[in-house]
């Protein structure tokens, strides 16, 4: 995959291993692999290191980026973990040993969903739901308008606590949903949402949509409003940018600390905005800061701009992370917007990785 493995220093002493045979990273490799069932109700309680190591499996952080290769190696993922230190540009890469089946297209709250083609025309596909920490996966029926499909979401619902997924297209001058709920409660079926489009009211499927509290929200083809499905109520709605007429290739949505965020960057000055009320509508601007390296400039030869695309938030949306896919910039950046630092970090990533934020739901806290 081209990507960097950094080694994980020890945080335990070998004199707590319980079993002297293995490291500390064979017994985690083989708890990793038992249902998850057995790993709460029975391998935690063995001894301290096993359940800690179980915690670390299941540790609810929010500095990790879920990563794929799908020309190189379509089947796996790995998990790339950031350092909890003042450094954030250093990354190490855990291999989750685990077949995916397919490209990954959305993850929320630890699950995963997956697309699977079934031809060789890229046409006809099966969609899957899957806990690469647990090795449970499910299978989603399929969707008699899935070819249409040109953006992929999943979503969890705060009121009910339940998961969706969600496949959106354009079909006869309508904007159109399919919905369906995962879980026993659920009949099993896809419901279709639909809204009129309108006049450049189209989808921006280069970029992927954001989930936030139960909300996924999408770039379109318009400078002035985004589509955002309640994903709960299961209604579509538009919702208005903080300040018309943006230019689209610039702003990108991202979600920062539990809100949806909203940066464009000009040149050297990026803003960010944060959509405080979905309901309402309403926008506040965090503020307008420095970008110092790599500038979104304009090539001379070439006339394009380095695109600097917002990743994943980090350490409370104090921390940002860009990737940019230009021959000499390419690569993850983080910026710190507190001391408005940009630096590159030290992954290597070619364009055809995949990266999402990844974070799992809390289960248990550590032993000391």
Known sequence: MGIVVYERKKKRSSTSTAVPYFCEEIIMNILSRLP????????????????????EIFHPRSDRLLIQNPIIAPKSMSLMEFN????????????????????IRGTCNGLVLIQRYIDDD???FHLHVLNPLSR???SLPPCDLSQLTEWFGIAFVPSSKEFKVVLAFEFQNEFRCEILTLGSSSDGRWRTITMPTFSRLKLYSNELPVSVNG???????CRNHLISVDVGDETLHTTKLPNGNVVLKNMHLIEMGGSLGLIQHFYVLMDVWILEDFRKGEWTKLGR????????????????????????SFRNSEVIIFRTFDDYYRGLYSYDIKHQEMKKMEVELNDDIVC?????????????
């Open 36 to 55: 998850v069932d057995s790993q709460y109700n029975s391998c935690r309680f063995v001894c301290k290191l096993w359940y800690n190591i179980i915690y």
């Open 84 to 103: 909890e230190g003042n450094d954030p540009q250093v990354g190490l890469i855990r291999d989750l040993n685990f077949n995916s089946f397919g490209t």
């Open 122 to 124: 890229y046409k006809s």
């Open 136 to 138: 449970q996966c499910i």
């Open 215 to 221: 909300v996924l929200h999408m770039k379109t083809g």
């Open 289 to 312: 800061f420095n970008i110092e390296y790599p500038r979104p400039m304009i090539s001379s030869s070439k006339r394009y701009r380095v695109q600097l695309i917002p990743v994943a």
């Open 356 to 368: 999402f934020p990844y974070t799992v739901a809390p289960f248990f806290s550590p032993q000391e």
